[in-house]
């Protein structure tokens, strides 16, 4: 039994990443509880969210923290418009229509930043990258703590959204009764592209996050995504509760996997993870029936 | 006594909390029309879910033909006989009438040829060989209930299980479906049909059960239950009907 | 016969082309185009047909070209051999892939994630394990003999992919007509209603994507006798996996010809774009991707839709045009 000096800081290793994790598969439970599809995009537009951070810094010198600020808005409104005018429009409201087109939008974005930044890995240097928190026997990466305290944030205030707001009363109404929310008089088509926007704002949160501390190249939005949806799955479509608990319980396994297994084994074991709940629990242990 | 072709027995059925039949039991005689009425939400089209192998029941079984089906797939349930229609209708939409009705036939037809022609002749049984090779999805109505039956009664069915197969019908169109159904049987198919329209109910079937809030509580012929107060309650509330009974002695 | 006549004429006139010309160019683009048409139409059987999209059938494909590629290189089997092993690898993989999915009912976009999650984990494996070259690949070696399935002309390989599509054609027509076909329609339109007419859904979509899987694996194999290299992005990669079902989307999806008619699109765009603006990685598939969005907006069933619809408004026109003509009623 290894000791806690070494159990401890992996778990909350392990609880840090997992936040990041968790961030990221809230921004897709939102969009499949509200407008009920699985947004085969979320990887891509991850993706561009982390050469939108690695750009800000690199191009305009500004911390990825701050970037948050002017990226957040921006990519609320980059999936807005996609929703209102590309997926909403183009799949007349056909479930496989809607399947197809964001399998589109993922292979264009994706390979637009291909085309456009080639597939070499870049990584950006910041001052504090490498800076360590002290806690008890566990040396804590700062912007991984950084990381941990936002996500808390992103969380609360998605609730407070939720609660308080018109809106958020409004994107429940939707997600729990389209039709009856309609005839309410809520703009259905507006609600869908407000929660879709709302989860491409994640991911930029997510990738502002990320930037100091991971690489970016056209592929590594999808590794991450490939765990989010793991976590969704597990945690059950739509259920935001599930996103959270089951994003830190992923990201704890996953340390403390990798602390006995080593890494190599960790992309294989995610999708066979992965397609092991889809074939036994598709409805995952919080969710909805598939 | 003949044993009856379908023994529905002390069915119930849990959703989460919700217990939606409440041992729910009924027969349907071979060669005869039961109907199975009650007020909305009473769980009739669960029942039917049930015995067609859609849904498993929590508790009790299912008796067809004198064997225990219950919890059958649907796919076995329609080669053992058991043919059932949906409430809402799904015509198959990019096929013809002939093709839709063909995807019965071919139960018993392994042929392509064989099921077009079969599927010809039903389509006439119902009155729609007109409309055989017109898209499904430009039939009006009363076409795709047609066409819904037609589905069914191609697959050669013993029992017919009939979800609301007048609904959303006008009075016209009504009365031409009723002697379909006399028709069918005639053929000698047992048929048991939920349904509203109670001047249906009261001209084709020869035995009727009740359901109300998953229990069934009322069974007998079509005359003996209009009258019967536990039934008008269910319908119209409780006190009703000794409040009609009170307005009718007041008409003397 | 009279049904697959429209498919012999077609075949017909296709193979006429080496005797018409020589070049590389036009042979090359018409071998790989015929190459996408063989994968597309194993897509469009369980996808156009069975109504269950697909968007991992890389699988298939590269179980194919890995099959008779390893079966070469390491155990020296015969290329021909490879290539039935080949598809009845990819038909296996197909099985076994359908038999989890439908077992647990997985349909709609539950499906389309699991199968991209299996050609991952393929590519994956395929990128590591030894047997696969690993990073490196796999290489055929040069033999340029028919009993090796290798040729020193395009021609040949040409009329060998011909007759594969030529093959999947009549596949696809026999199976529209009969039993199997109706019954994997219907439960496309309404898997309930089929049910309830004695169709044993969950076996049909079996055996449709069994097939599939075994055609898209034909594809497979020729692929690496035709190029002799493959490596884990290669058969196993998202790009086959979206041009499988970007060709028969255009073309028109759930249609005999539909396969053939967009994966000729396919190519051509995939030229012209090369041509344009060079070898850049990327830009052709943000072309897929965007020709994929458009043609579900605009033209959901593809060319062939288009077509038809041309078609009807004609016959209606014509009908028109004599009433018209027979001057005006009060």
């Known amino acids: 039994m290894p000791s806690s000096v070494i159990l401890v800081p992996a778990v909350l290793n392990g609880l840090m990443t997992g936040a990041v994790y968790a961030l990221i598969a809230l921004g897709l439970t939102l969009i499949y509880g509200v407008l009920h599809i699985i947004n085969f995009a979320h990887g891509a537009l991850l993706t561009a969210a982390m050469f939108a951070a690695f750009f800000a810094h690199k191009l305009l010198g500004l911390d990825p923290y701050v970037a948050a600020l002017g990226l957040t808005p921006l990519f609320f409104l980059l999936g807005y418009g996609l929703q209102r005018f590309v997926i909403g429009p183009a799949a007349h409201g056909e479930d496989r229509n809607i399947l197809l087109v964001t399998l589109g939008l993922a292979v264009v974005i994706e390979n637009a930043l291909l085309y456009a930044f080639r597939a070499d890995t870049r990584t950006i240097n910041l001052p504090y990258a490498f800076d360590v928190i002290e806690v008890g026997t566990a040396f804590l990466a700062v912007p991984r703590v950084i990381a941990f305290f936002v996500v808390v944030a992103v969380a609360l205030a998605l609730w407070l959204i939720m609660r308080w707001t018109d809106t958020g009363k409004a994107i429940r109404a939707v997600a729990k009764e389209k039709l009856g929310a309609e005839l309410a008089g809520i703009d259905v088509a507006h609600i869908y592209a407000v929660t879709f926007g709302l989860g491409t704002a994640c991911l930029a949160i997510a990738a502002c996050l990320l930037i100091p501390t991971y690489y970016v190249n056209p592929h590594a939005g999808n590794a991450f995504v490939l765990i989010a949806f793991t976590i969704v799955v597990l945690g059950g479509m739509g259920s935001v509760t599930g996103a959270l608990i089951g994003g830190l319980f992923v990201g704890v396994v996953e340390s403390l996997s990798s602390l006995y297994l080593g890494e190599s084994l960790g992309q294989i074991g995610i999708f066979a993870m992965f397609i092991l709940v889809l074939l036994f629990r598709p409805s995952g242990l919080f969710g909805e029936r598939a | ?252 | 016969m009279r049904t697959f006549a429209p498919i012999l004429i077609v075949t017909a006139l296709l193979a006429t082309v080496p005797a018409i010309t020589s070049s590389n160019v036009v042979l090359n683009f018409l071998v790989v185009a015929l190459l996408i048409a063989l994968v597309g139409q194993g897509w469009n059987l369980l996808g156009g047909y069975g109504g269950q999209y697909s968007f991992g059938h890389a699988a298939f494909f590269g179980t194919g070209a890995y099959a008779t590629a390893i079966l070469q290189v390491h155990y020296g089997i015969n290329a021909w051999l490879g290539l039935f092993i080949g598809i009845a690898a990819g038909a296996l993989v197909g099985a076994v892939i359908g038999a989890l999915s439908f077992r647990s009912g997985l349909k709609g976009s539950y499906f389309a994630l699991v199968t991209l999650a299996f050609a991952e984990v393929l590519r994956i494996i395929a990128s590591v394990a030894p047997i696969t070259g690993a990073g490196v690949g796999t290489l055929i070696k040069l033999d340029l003999r028919p009993e090796a399935f290798q040729f020193q002309s395009r021609a040949p390989f040409y009329w060998i992919i011909l007759v594969l599509v030529g093959l999947s054609l009549v596949l696809i027509r026999m199976i529209e007509d009969s039993r199997f076909g109706a019954y994997l329609v219907a439960l496309r339109e309404n898997e309930d209603a089929a049910q309830a007419l004695g169709v044993n859904t969950t076996m049909v979509k079996l055996l449709a994507m069994t097939i599939s899987a075994a055609i898209t694996a034909a594809g497979g194999c020729f692929y690496a006798q035709y190029f002799l290299f493959i490596d884990a992005g290669i058969a196993y990669g998202p790009w086959i996996s979206v041009e499988a079902l970007l060709a028969p989307i255009i073309g028109g999806i759930g249609t005999v010809f539909g396969p053939l008619l967009g994966a000729l699109v396919v190519k051509t765009l995939g030229e012209l774009t090369k041509l344009m603006t060079g070898d850049a990685p990327g830009l052709d598939l943000v072309i897929y991707g965007s020709v994929l969005i458009l043609v579900i907006a605009f033209a959901p069933r593809g060319i062939t839709g288009i077509l038809l619809d041309l078609r009807h408004r004609l016959v209606s026109l014509r009908r028109a045009a004599p009433a018209s003509m027979g001057g005006g009623h009060g």
């Open chain 2, 1 to 252: 006594m003949v044993e009856p072709l379908l023994r529905v027995e002390q069915v119930s059925k849990r959703f989460g909390g919700l217990l939606a039949l409440d041992r729910a039991s009924l027969l349907a005689p071979a060669g005869r029309i039961t109907a199975l009425i009650g007020p909305n939400g009473a769980g009739k089209t669960t029942l039917f879910s049930i015995i067609a192998g859609f849904a498993p029941p929590s508790e009790g079984r299912i008796v067809y033909d004198g064997a225990d089906v219950t919890g059958e797939p649907p796919h076995r349930l329609a080669r053992r006989g058991i043919a059932r229609t949906f409430q809402i209708v799904q015509p198959f939409t990019t096929l013809t009438v002939r093709e839709n009705i063909a995807v019965g036939a071919h139960l018993s037809r392994p042929a392509r040829a064989d099921a077009l022609a079969a599927a010809g002749d039903v389509a006439r049984t119902v009155g729609l060989g007109e409309l055989l090779d017109r898209p499904a999805a430009t039939l009006t109505v009363a076409g795709r209930k047609r066409l819904e039956l037609a589905r069914a009664l191609a697959i050669e069915p013993r029992l017919l299980l009939l979800d609301e197969v007048l609904a959303g019908l006008n009075p016209s169109e009504i009365r031409d479906m009723m002697p379909i159904i006399h028709t069918i049987r005639d053929r000698g198919i047992t048929i048991v049909m939920i349904e509203h329209v109670m001047q249906a109910v009261m001209s084709l079937a020869e035995h009727v059960f009740v359901l109300s809030e998953g229990r069934i509580i009322a069974e007998g012929p079509p005359q003996a239950i209009a009258g019967d107060p536990r039934v008008v309650e269910a319908y119209l509330g409780h006190g009703a009907a000794s409040r009609m009974l009170a307005e009718g002695t007041g008409h003397a």
